[in-house]
């Protein structure tokens, strides 16, 4: 499957179920739709966060689990799952962003204080989680990041009591 045409933004609920959600992923360039976890532990309305490793060919999905609320990382390669240990400090329904630097992975979510905290994945393991210095608090609102120039640049509107007249916070972040 051509990683460039893939989308991963849709969980769907599984078998009828209020509590139950599979990933699924759609191919652009066929049409083609494949379906991952079926009755896994997805969080129902989680957000959804993925990235590709051109070193090993690997895509990859980050998401909410539904019992503890950490954050997991699933592999579509080999349909494994891992915690992301240092994650279990996210607020229910947090904004998931994800991207990867030279075979470094960039993991932005937001805490249940509203901070926005980045943990790293890199030679295959995932770090400690950090706040990101200088960001607002987050609303209860989407997270995206981008990579450009060694830089990260995080964009997310800011809680309502700390939304400036700018509208969009723009956290730049060294890599």
């Known amino acids: 499957m051509d990683w460039i045409n893939a989308d991963f933004s849709h969980l769907q609920p599984y078998s009828g179920t209020k509590d139950k959600v599979k990933l699924k992923e759609f191919s652009f360039s066929n049409g083609n739709v494949a379906s991952y976890?079926?009755?896994?532990?997805?969080?129902?309305?989680?957000?959804?966060?993925?990235?590709?490793?051109?070193a090993?060919?690997?895509?990859?999905?980050?998401?909410?689990?539904?019992?503890?609320?950490?954050?997991?990382?699933?592999?579509?390669?080999?349909?494994?799952?891992h915690d992301i240990v240092?994650?279990?400090?996210?607020?229910?329904?947090?904004?998931?962003?994800?991207?990867?630097?030279?075979?470094?992975?960039?993991?932005?979510?937001?805490?249940?204080?509203?901070?926005?905290?980045?943990?790293?994945?890199?030679?295959?393991?995932?770090?400690?989680?950090?706040?990101?210095?200088?960001?607002?608090p987050v609303g209860d609102n989407q997270i995206a990041v981008v990579t450009a120039n060694g830089f990260n640049h995080i964009f997310y509107l800011a809680r309502d009591d700390t939304v400036d007249s700018r509208g969009f916070s723009h956290i730049i972040e060294r890599i």
């Open 86 to 136: 240092s994650t279990s400090d996210a607020k229910a329904g947090t904004p998931i962003a994800v991207t990867n630097y030279q075979g470094t992975a960039y993991l932005y979510y937001a805490d249940k204080l509203d901070n926005v905290r980045r943990v790293t994945k890199s030679s295959g393991q995932w770090g400690s989680s950090q706040i990101v210095r200088d960001s607002p």
């Open 37 to 54: 976890m079926d009755g896994g532990d997805v969080a129902l309305n989680s957000s959804l966060g993925a990235w590709y490793e051109p």
């Open 56 to 81: 090993s060919d690997e895509r990859f999905v980050v998401y909410q689990e539904a019992k503890n609320g950490r954050l997991k990382e699933f592999s579509l390669i080999d349909r494994t799952t």
